[in-house]
């Protein structure tokens, strides 16, 4: 069997170069991903690989029977006239398959039939053959060149919305509910059986919200509150009598929020700094990524950077990983005393070693790039059980993190929910321009934390 080398030029045949007989396989395991985008094509973008219709898994076949002849016989450059199938069994997620192909004859001075056989364990697949015309020349295709198709499935908020799910309503007090999204989230997870909510702020403004938005507040209490400060002491006034459970930020700023929850008189401390964490879904990396802290605290210094780094570990604990691998980023993946994101990474390492942070896996100072990349990792010639396959990253500071975060969302497709920690009870703190969906995630983020306390309690 040939296999081809992913980092080296494709060189295709030319019309001078194909004879018949040549021949050539290659090898692809199905993945979940690939049925997801053929059953997107398809409209059905919910449906399992078992439930795609004969036309859809055809049209997987088709792709691998091209991709074939794309990049082995006989490769680029080659323009594809006509495609002969004949169907066998269903493919699968997980078939280990074969490609085998060879030059069955040549029509034409420009033209070549290739007969091809698709095959996995199971038995075969498909069999024909594609007639191909072929170029003067010999085409070189560079590995940059090849393009990569990310399909924006967001399977790891999925999954946690359907865990949550499962978990008892949560009580939340939302703070200044005044514009379309703010309402919106929780006025949905109410409909859906997940939210109890009480709508703080004023109560003119919140019912024109709503109709503007084509709701109603069926079924929601509203507390009235004139200003935004109000709103939000009397959110979190509730939140530490025990009227609710959680603490939802609407339309105000972070700030005016912020303020009445770590307020010394009245507010929700604990003995831990507070700090926020995004869980988010970045459809290129095949785990949920936690970024912290890009929310709350500007600049924090070495002892901020341990409740950081425990109040998010204590939440993938909450959310079922045991033993969370946790990068602490910076610009460089080497101790370097003129960067004190280095240092503070070090010693957060040696205060796991020594128990003062405990149920993680830490290892930094990583730069981003070995944090999330085994292969930059094993270039850089970096051993650890955490490089390459980070479940938390902690940055250095708020404007890194923000950046991070915001990159990720906008330029990698990720979708995010947002949380603080550290305070008696789950804030849900998003920003506002998230979407709606963006906040019935963090909705959901809250509900599984609220039943973790509850069990544990």
Same mark, same amino acid.
């Given at each position: 069997?040939?296999t081809?080398?992913?980092?080296?030029?494709?060189?295709?045949?030319?019309?001078?170069?194909?004879?018949?007989?040549?021949?050539?396989?290659?090898?692809?395991?199905? &993945?979940?991903?690939?049925?997801?985008?053929?059953?997107?094509? /398809?409209?059905?973008?919910?449906?399992?690989? #078992?439930?795609? %219709?004969?036309?859809?898994?055809?049209?997987?076949?088709?792709?691998?029977?091209?991709? /074939?002849?794309a990049?082995?016989?006989?490769?680029?450059?080659?323009?594809?006239?006509? =495609?002969?199938?004949?169907?066998?069994?269903?493919?699968?997620?997980?078939?280990?398959?074969?490609?085998?192909?060879?030059?069955?004859?040549?029509? *034409?001075?420009?033209?070549?039939?290739?007969?091809?056989?698709?095959?996995?364990?199971?038995?075969?697949?498909?069999?024909?053959?594609?007639?191909?015309?072929?170029?003067?020349?010999?085409?070189?295709?560079?590995?940059?060149?090849?393009?990569?198709?990310?399909?924006?499935?967001?399977?790891?908020?999925?999954?946690?919305?359907?865990?949550?799910?499962?978990?008892?309503?949560?009580?939340? *007090?939302?703070?200044?509910?005044c514009?379309?999204?703010?309402?919106?989230?929780?006025? &949905?997870?109410?409909?859906?059986? #997940?939210?109890?909510?009480?709508? @703080?702020?004023p109560?003119?403004?919140?019912?024109?919200?709503?109709?503007?938005?084509? @709701?109603? $507040?069926?079924?929601?209490e509203? $507390?009235?509150?004139?200003?935004?400060?109000?709103?939000?002491?009397?959110?979190?006034r509730?939140?530490?009598?025990?009227?609710?459970?959680?603490?939802?930020?609407?339309?105000?700023?972070?700030?005016?929020?912020?303020?009445?929850?770590?307020?010394?008189?009245?507010?929700?401390?604990?003995?831990?700094?507070?700090?926020?964490? /995004?869980?988010?879904? @970045? %459809? +290129?990396?095949?785990?949920?990524?936690?970024?912290?802290?890009?929310?709350?605290?500007?600049?924090?210094?070495?002892?901020?950077?341990?409740?950081?780094?425990?109040?998010?570990?204590?939440?993938?604990?909450?959310? #079922?990983?045991?033993?969370?691998?946790?990068?602490?980023?910076?610009?460089?993946?080497?101790?370097?005393?003129?960067?004190?994101?280095?240092?503070?990474?070090?010693?957060?390492?040696?205060?796991?070693?020594?128990? &003062?942070?405990?149920?993680?896996?830490?290892?930094?100072?990583?730069?981003?790039?070995?944090?999330? +990349?085994?292969?930059? *990792?094993?270039?850089?010639?970096?051993?650890?059980? @955490?490089?390459?396959?980070?479940?938390?990253?902690?940055?250095?500071?708020l404007e890194?993190?923000?950046?991070?975060?915001? =990159?990720?969302?906008?330029?990698?497709?990720a979708?995010?929910?947002?949380?603080?920690? #550290?305070?008696?009870?789950?804030i849900?703190?998003? +920003?506002?321009?998230?979407?709606?969906?963006?906040?019935?995630?963090?909705?959901?983020?809250?509900?599984? $934390?609220?039943?973790?306390?509850?069990k544990?309690?």
């Amino acid at each position: 069997m040939s296999t081809r080398d992913e980092a080296a030029p494709l060189v295709g045949l030319s019309r001078r170069d194909a004879a018949p007989g040549l021949v050539a396989t290659s090898e692809h395991e199905l &993945q979940a991903r690939g049925f997801d985008v053929v059953a997107a094509l /398809f409209g059905a973008p919910d449906a399992a690989p #078992g439930k795609l %219709p004969d036309a859809a898994l055809a049209m997987l076949v088709h792709g691998i029977v091209l991709d /074939f002849v794309a990049h082995r016989l006989p490769g680029p450059g080659s323009e594809v006239l006509a =495609q002969e199938l004949r169907f066998g069994l269903d493919p699968a997620v997980g078939d280990r398959v074969t490609v085998s192909g060879s030059i069955a004859s040549r029509p *034409a001075e420009d033209t070549v039939v290739v007969a091809l056989a698709v095959d996995c364990a199971r038995g075969r697949l498909a069999e024909g053959s594609v007639t191909l015309r072929l170029p003067e020349e010999p085409v070189t295709l560079r590995p940059e060149a090849r393009p990569d198709i990310i399909l924006h499935r967001h399977s790891h908020l999925e999954r946690l919305m359907q865990g949550a799910a499962r978990a008892p309503a949560l009580s939340v *007090a939302v703070a200044w509910p005044c514009d379309r999204d703010s309402l919106l989230g929780p006025l &949905q997870a109410m409909r859906d059986g #997940g939210l109890r909510p009480v709508l @703080v702020g004023p109560r003119a403004a919140i019912a024109a919200a709503a109709a503007a938005a084509g @709701v109603t $507040l069926d079924g929601a209490e509203v $507390l009235d509150a004139a200003t935004p400060l109000e709103a939000a002491m009397a959110a979190v006034r509730l939140c530490r009598d025990g009227a609710a459970e959680a603490l939802m930020k609407g339309s105000l700023h972070t700030d005016e929020l912020m303020s009445a929850v770590v307020s010394r008189e009245g507010g929700l401390r604990t003995a831990r700094r507070i700090s926020h964490v /995004f869980a988010m879904d @970045v %459809p +290129s990396y095949p785990r949920a990524l936690f970024v912290t802290d890009a929310a709350i605290n500007i600049a924090p210094d070495l002892m901020t950077k341990v409740d950081i780094v425990q109040n998010a570990v204590d939440m993938l604990h909450a959310l #079922g990983n045991p033993q969370p691998k946790v990068a602490i980023l910076s610009a460089v993946e080497t101790v370097n005393p003129k960067i004190q994101g280095s240092m503070d990474a070090a010693l957060l390492c040696k205060m796991a070693d020594r128990g &003062q942070i405990t149920g993680a896996l830490l290892d930094g100072p990583l730069a981003f790039d070995n944090a999330v +990349s085994r292969a930059a *990792a094993e270039i850089k010639k970096i051993v650890s059980p @955490v490089a390459g396959e980070a479940d938390i990253l902690v940055v250095p500071d708020l404007e890194a993190g923000n950046m991070v975060a915001k =990159q990720l969302s906008y330029l990698a497709g990720a979708d995010s929910a947002g949380i603080v920690l #550290g305070a008696k009870v789950p804030i849900i703190l998003t +920003s506002r321009a998230d979407s709606v969906a963006s906040r019935l995630a963090s909705i959901a983020l809250a509900r599984l $934390l609220a039943a973790a306390k509850g069990k544990a309690a």
